[in-house]
C-alpha cells in the first residue's frame, strides 16, 4: 500500500524568504509524484509531477521539487515566495501500473507573513 | 478548453435524504475520479469509472454511496439517505485516455452540508 506523509501541517514565512515543503512516502513499487495547490474553496490545481526522467522538476507559480528515491521523499520547494502563494498544499503520488487513484498527504498550510 | 465542470458548488440536504453530484469531464478525457476531502483532512480517493464502466471503486463507502458515468452526460455521484458525516467536499477529477492516466485535473469541488 502507499501513503504519502507531510510533517509540516503549518509552515509560515516571510515574504521573500525561500521555502520547503516536505513530502515523504512509502511505496512498494514505483510511483508518480505530484504536488497540487488548493487556494480557499476552491479546487485543487496541479503544480508539478514526476512521471519520469530528470528528478528536478519545475512547475508553475516558481515552484520546484526533487525526487529522491533513495530518501524516499518529493519536497517542494520556492527561491522567494509572494502573499499570493498562502494557500494549503498537497503532495500525492500514485503507482505506475495498476490503479490510477491518488493517494494524497493530509496536507500543508502555507503562510506569507507580509 | 474548459475544465472540469462540477455542480451544484454547494449542497444543503437534511439528514434521509439524497445528493447527487454531476461532473463534466475535460473535453476529450474519458476517465473520471471522484475524491471526498473531510475538515482539515486530505482528499481520499473514493471511485474510478470510464465511460460507462466502474474501474475501482475500493474507496467509497459499502453502502448508500453508488457512482455512475453513462456514454452521454455527466458523471454522477450519488448519496442515499445522507447523515451528518457525508458533511465534505466531493472533488471529481479527469484525465485523458492515454499517457496511463495522468496527470488528473481536478474541478472545483462540491461542498455538502447535511443538516
Known amino acids: 500500500a502507499q501513503s504519502v506523509t507531510q510533517l509540516d501541517s503549518q509552515v509560515p514565512v516571510f515574504e521573500e524568504a525561500p521555502v520547503e515543503l516536505r513530502c515523504n512516502y512509502s511505496?512498494?513499487?514505483?510511483?508518480?509524484l505530484f504536488w497540487y495547490v488548493q487556494y480557499p474553496n476552491q479546487g485543487l490545481q496541479l503544480l508539478l509531477k514526476y512521471l519520469s526522467g530528470s528528478t528536478l522538476v519545475k512547475g508553475i507559480n516558481g515552484f520546484e521539487a526533487e525526487f529522491n528515491k533513495s530518501q524516499t521523499s518529493f519536497h517542494l520547494r520556492k527561491p522567494s515566495v509572494h502573499i499570493s502563494d498562502t494557500a494549503e498544499y498537497f503532495c500525492?503520488?500514485?503507482?505506475?501500473?495498476?490503479?490510477?487513484?491518488?493517494?494524497f498527504g493530509t496536507g500543508t498550510r502555507l503562510t506569507v507573513i507580509p | 478548453n474548459a475544465g472540469v465542470m462540477q455542480n451544484p458548488r454547494h449542497l444543503v440536504r437534511r439528514r434521509g435524504q439524497e445528493a447527487r453530484l454531476r461532473c463534466s469531464p475535460m473535453k476529450g478525457h474519458s476517465h473520471v475520479y471522484w475524491y471526498r476531502q473531510l475538515p482539515e483532512e486530505g482528499l481520499k480517493f473514493m471511485v474510478y469509472l470510464q465511460k460507462e464502466n466502474i474501474i475501482d471503486e475500493s474507496g467509497m463507502p459499502k453502502e448508500r454511496f453508488s457512482a455512475e458515468f453513462p456514454k452521454e452526460g455527466p458523471s454522477i455521484l450519488r448519496i442515499q439517505q445522507v447523515v451528518r458525516g457525508d458533511s465534505a467536499a466531493y472533488f471529481c477529477?479527469?484525465?485523458?485516455?492515454?499517457?496511463?492516466?495522468?496527470?488528473?485535473?481536478f474541478g472545483p469541488g462540491t461542498r455538502l452540508t447535511v443538516t
Open positions: 500525492a503520488v500514485s503507482v505506475q501500473t495498476g490503479a490510477n487513484n491518488l493517494f
Open positions: 511505496s512498494s513499487v514505483s510511483v508518480y
Open positions: 477529477a479527469s484525465s485523458p485516455p492515454l499517457a496511463g492516466g495522468f496527470p488528473q485535473y
